[in-house]
Nanobody, 114 residues
Framework: QVQLVESGGGLVQPGGSLRLSCVVS????????MAWYRQVPGRQREWVAT???????HVANSVEGRFQVSRDSAKKTMYLRMNDLRPEDTAVYYC????????WGQGTQVTVSS
């Protein structure tokens, strides 16, 4: 069974940086387009970035110029580099692998606060 596991979240001051990782593990892993989302309690899950391949990557307008998505296929890991973090970036961040089947990780908390 294929699973996604996020890591790298934590508490950071405004203006700081974090790098999130999403490892794809299990039998017969097949890398397909993947994405990052985030969610604040009481609000809808929000799309952040998509990695399709090394030449096709997109990020949301709200994080353009600050966040960067990448993937290391050999390590079966997708990354989200987050720079110049702001309090409004505080959320649980989830990774998703587009299927079928559609898979989600369990999330990692990012808190931006002084």
């Amino acid at each position: 069974q294929v699973q996604l596991v996020e890591s790298g979240g934590g508490l950071v001051q405004p203006g700081g940086s974090l790098r999130l990782s999403c490892v794809v593990s299990g039998r017969d892993v097949r890398l397909t387009p993947m994405a990052w989302y985030r969610q604040v309690p009481g609000r809808q899950r929000e799309w952040v970035a998509t990695y399709t391949d090394s030449t096709i990557k997109h990020v949301a307008n709200s994080v353009e110029g600050r966040f960067q998505v990448s993937r290391d296929s050999a390590k079966k890991t997708m990354y989200l580099r987050m720079n110049d973090l702001r309090p409004e970036d505080t959320a649980v961040y989830y990774c998703r692998q587009f299927g079928p089947p559609d898979l989600w990780g369990q999330g990692t908390q990012v808190t931006v606060s002084s």
